[in-house]
C-alpha cells in the first residue's frame, strides 16, 4: 500500500516515470534536468548495480552517454537494453532518429559558417547516433570535400549511396569516383541500376557514355546521349559532351555540329569554339577553321591553344607568313609564362610591327611590360591595344 502511495505522490508532483523509479533513477533524472550529465550517469551506474536486468536503467544510460560524445558506450548500452527488452526497439530508433537531427541542425549552422571541421565533428556524431541517417552521411561527405579531406568525403558519399541508391546525385558521385578509380564496370552497373529503376537526369546519362567510351563501346555512348538529349536537347553540357564523343571516333563533321550547337547556347564557351576550330581544321577545313580559332584569339587575345591552332589553320589554308607569325605568338606566349620576358619582348616586337590589328601581342606586351618596369613599352603596349582589333 506504501508503494501505490508513493507513486501517486511522484505524479502528482509533476514528474512522471515509467512505473516507480528507484532513488538512483530519480536522482539521475533531476540531474539530467540541471543538465549535470556527468552527475546523472554516476547515479545511473550505481542504479546498474543494483538493477542489471532493468532495460530502462541502460536506456538513460545510453542517452547520457549520447549527451556527452560518448557514442561507443552509447550503443553499447542501448544493445544491452535490447538485449533484456526488445520491446524497445523502436523507442531507441525513434531516440536515435530524434538526437541525431539535433546534432545534424548543428552540423549544417557550421556549415553555413563554412566551419568545416566543426561541421564535419557534428555530422560524424549525427551518423554515429544513427548510422540509416542518409542526409547526414551526405552532408559529412560534402563537409570533407570542402576540408580537402577526399578520400574520408568518398566514404561518407559511399555510405549515403548505400541508403539510398537511386539518388541520382549520390549515384554520380560514387560512379565517378569508380570511373576515376577505372573500375569503369562498377560504375556502369550504378549507373544503369539507376536507369532502370529510378529517374535518371542529364549528368547520369552522360557519365554513362563516357564509361562507355573508356570501354570502347561507342554505340553504348552514344545510345546514352541520344537519351539525354531527349529529357534536355537545349543542354549546352550535353551538346558539349555529344561533340566530345563525336570527336573521338572520328567524324569530325558530326563534331564540329555538335559544337556548334553548344556555341549558340553559350556564344561565350572558349573550350567549344576552340574545339570547334580543332574538329574543323582534322576536317580538313581548313578556311573554317582559320575563322573560328581567330574569333577564339578575339575573345582571348592571350589564348595560347588558340594561336598554336590559328597559326596552323592559316599554314594549312595557304597563308604562310601570317601563320608563322600566329606560331610565333604562341611561342612569346609561352615565354612570357616561363618568365623569359626579354625573349618574349622581342618577338612581340616583331609581330606588333607586322600584325598592329592582333590584340594578343599587344596585350601579351603590356604585362611583360609591366613586370619589367619598363614604362615607355607599357605605354607603347596601351596604344597599341587601344587601336588592335581592326
Not at 543538465?35 to 547515479?43: I, M, N, T, W
Not at 551518423?127 to 566514404?155: R, S
Not at 590584340?359 to 596601351?382: F, H, I, Q, R, S
Request: with cysteine.
Amino acid at each position: 500500500m506504501k508503494l501505490v502511495i508513493s507513486c501517486i505522490l511522484v505524479v502528482a508532483m509533476g514528474i512522471l516515470f515509467w512505473g516507480c523509479q528507484s532513488p538512483e533513477m530519480t536522482s539521475a533524472r533531476v540531474y539530467i534536468q540541471q543538465k549535470d550529465y556527468p552527475a546523472a550517469l554516476e547515479q545511473v551506474r550505481i542504479a546498474e548495480e543494483k538493477e542489471p536486468t532493468n532495460p530502462d536503467v541502460f536506456f538513460l544510460a545510453g542517452q547520457l552517454y549520447a549527451e556527452m560524445d560518448s557514442l561507443v558506450e552509447m550503443n553499447q548500452a542501448f544493445e544491452k537494453a535490447l538485449e533484456l527488452d526488445s520491446t524497445l526497439t523502436k523507442e531507441i530508433q525513434n531516440w536515435r532518429i530524434s538526437k541525431s537531427e539535433d546534432v545534424f541542425e548543428k552540423a549544417i549552422k557550421a556549415g553555413k559558417r563554412e566551419k568545416w571541421e566543426e561541421a564535419i565533428e557534428h555530422a560524424k556524431v549525427a551518423v554515429l547516433i544513427n548510422p540509416k541517417f542518409g542526409d547526414a552521411w551526405y552532408n559529412l561527405g560534402f563537409y570533407y570535400q570542402k576540408n580537402e579531406q577526399i578520400d574520408e568525403a568518398v566514404k561518407a558519399f559511399s555510405r549515403a549511396y548505400k541508403l539510398n541508391p537511386l539518388d541520382p546525385t549520390l549515384t554520380r558521385i560514387v560512379a565517378s569516383d569508380d570511373f576515376k578509380s577505372e573500375n569503369v564496370d562498377a560504375a556502369i552497373e550504378k549507373l544503369n541500376n539507376l536507369i532502370e529503376n529510378g529517374e535518371p537526369d542529364v549528368p547520369i546519362y552522360t557519365l554513362l557514355a563516357q564509361c562507355y567510351l573508356a570501354k570502347d563501346q561507342p554505340e553504348k555512348a552514344e545510345e546514352a546521349l541520344d537519351k539525354a538529349e531527349e529529357l534536355d536537347p537545349d543542354n549546352p553540357d550535353l551538346l558539349f559532351d555529344r561533340g566530345v564523343m563525336y570527336f573521338a571516333k572520328k567524324d569530325f563533321d558530326k563534331a564540329a555540329e555538335y559544337f556548334n550547337k553548344t556555341l549558340e547556347i553559350v556564344p561565350e564557351s572558349r573550350d567549344a569554339r576552340y574545339n570547334l576550330g580543332f574538329a574543323l581544321f582534322q576536317g580538313e577545313q581548313y578556311e573554317k577553321a582559320t575563322e573560328t580559332s581567330e574569333q577564339l584569339i578575339i575573345d582571348h587575345p592571350t589564348d595560347i591553344e588558340g594561336w598554336e591552332l590559328y597559326g596552323l589553320s592559316l599554314l594549312r589554308a595557304g597563308e604562310s607568313d601570317k601563320g608563322k607569325a600566329a606560331s610565333v605568338v604562341a611561342e612569346a606566349l609561352k615565354e612570357l609564362d616561363d618568365g623569359l620576358f626579354e625573349q618574349s619582348l622581342a618577338k612581340l616586337d616583331q609581330i606588333t610591327a607586322k600584325y598592329p590589328q592582333w590584340c594578343g601581342p599587344w596585350a601579351a606586351m603590356k604585362v611583360a611590360a609591366e613586370e619589367t618596369e619598363n614604362a615607355d613599352l607599357k605605354a607603347k603596349a596601351e596604344a597599341g591595344l587601344a587601336k588592335c582589333g581592326g
